[in-house]
């Protein structure tokens, strides 16, 4: 990919490069989605409305003194100290948990969340399920909340794929955020995160039914987002170059349309023009390469840090499995080596990838990824991670043993919390 050099093209590589951490600690900050459905039906509960998440919301605010609702004619969510709960566009509810180093802060974060928000549902006869996709309704009756942002997001990818809608009604994730602590770091790691992909997509696949229909194939949320729009999604161009690096990842940024600039505190709809069309020569300001950065949806996101998008929602003891997984792989030497030595070794493609996507989604765990059965690699994972945690920590990662000996989360869950 061509690398810019254009003054919105410096404003990118010199935003990343500010998100360099200095002081190398393994933090992590994770992303948890929930479905709010009726529990006798199974059918996903509106915003709006008697009993609407809307109301959901704020009696759950009232359980945390203190907090405070986010800006906007309408609650569309709140912060605490220790994280910030949001709305993704239908009604799909989110907590991300602050920065941390320690999983057993995530889950002791994450428990008193969870507690809080089944007191609220009790009532109402409802559950928080933390699976893939939208186990029972119909993408086409869901509502989204009343945001411009996710209207125009919405009326645009109606013109890129056929996944639009499905992915912002109909799917849920968890997402694991890590720090980088130079350029060459950041490499390393968004390189081996995109090596490890398969696996760890596999092991977080967590769907067995769509829209009332029971699955036949594996990784429907991937299946999901490959139809959205090609332009922002799945793998960054070139990742596995030898030196990939921030000038790179603006380049795939200026090859985006952006659907809409915040202009004059109002969203302008700018359509199929890129960002290298919009700018130009021109400078970016920090509010418009902010929303820019929020409209790329690839499955390793860079910020100010790196942002892992590739899991599917699920229950609380796979979750943390995930971040300590993610933090033992990505935070060690090990890890990352062993996929620098990978991608060199087996001249790893964006199309090894696809390869193997394909695999996993008709094979699942019976498939075989860059010439290794997905059970040998995945194990090999989980070995790696354990080596590479603290004591306290490996615990953590047992459940993901279950996965790979039974075959799918689903398989010891039930898709039932």
Known sequence: MERQKTQWAEAFTEYFRKGIKRVPRPWLGVEIEHFILRRDTGEAVPYAGPGGVREILRSLMTLYPGATALPGEDLFGFSGPEFVITLEPAAQLEISIAATESVAHIREVYSGFLRNLREVLASLEYEALTVGCQPVSRVEELTLIPKERYRLMDGHFAWTGTGGREMMRGTASVQVSIDFFSEDDFRQKMQAAYFFSPVLKLLANHATAFEGNPLTC???????????????????????????????YAAFLGKMPPIFLPVNGENRYTGFQTVAEIYGEEPLEEEALVHILSMAFPDVRLKRYLELRMADSMPEVFMLAYSALIKGALYSREGLTLAQESIRAGRITEYDLQVAESNLMAQGWEATIYGKPIREMATALLALAERNLPVEERAFLEPFRQVIRYGGISKITGNSE
């Open 218 to 248: 594996h990784l429907k949320r991937t299946d999901i987002w490959n139809r959205v729009d090609p332009s922002r999604c799945g793998i960054v161009p070139e990742v596995f170059k030898s030196d990939f690096g921030f000038a790179d």
